[in-house]
């Protein structure tokens, strides 16, 4: 059995930052894609940033705001948000391709709430 989870997120004012982590168990042989999409209310999920052989991918939203990096031995993930503004509201989830037994699938965390208000 394969767990996420996540932690981080919480209550910011404009111009702050947090730190969001994922941290993923179980009986993992590999990782491959390690990814943070976020959700606002009323809105689609969409794609924050990607990491996969240490090249990254970033929504343009968060580009020179948001950093995404990964610890391959804890197999953790991080995301370092500065800048915060309110549009940046939203549900954060983690997003694992991993190897789990013999076979490649895709985990979802169960989410954290960023909420960026003064």
């Known amino acids: 059995q394969v767990q996420l989870v996540e932690s981080g997120g919480g209550l910011v004012q404009p111009g702050g930052s947090l730190r969001l982590s994922c941290a993923a168990s179980?009986?993992?042989?590999?990782?491959?894609?390690m990814g943070w999409y976020r959700q606002a209310p009323g809105k689609q999920r969409e794609l924050v940033e990607i990491?996969?052989?240490?090249?990254?991918n970033y929504a343009d939203s968060v580009k020179g705001r948001f950093t995404i990096s990964r610890d391959n031995v804890k197999n953790s993930m991080y995301l370092q948000m500065n800048s915060l503004n309110s549009e940046d509201t939203a549900v954060y989830y983690c997003?694992?391709?991993?190897?789990?037994?013999?076979?490649?699938?895709?985990?979802w965390g169960q989410g954290t709430q960023v909420t960026v208000s003064s």
């Open positions: 990491i996969r052989s240490g090249v990254t």
């Open positions: 997003n694992v391709q991993l190897l789990h037994g013999t076979r490649w699938s895709t985990y």
């Open positions: 179980g009986s993992i042989f590999g990782i491959n894609v």
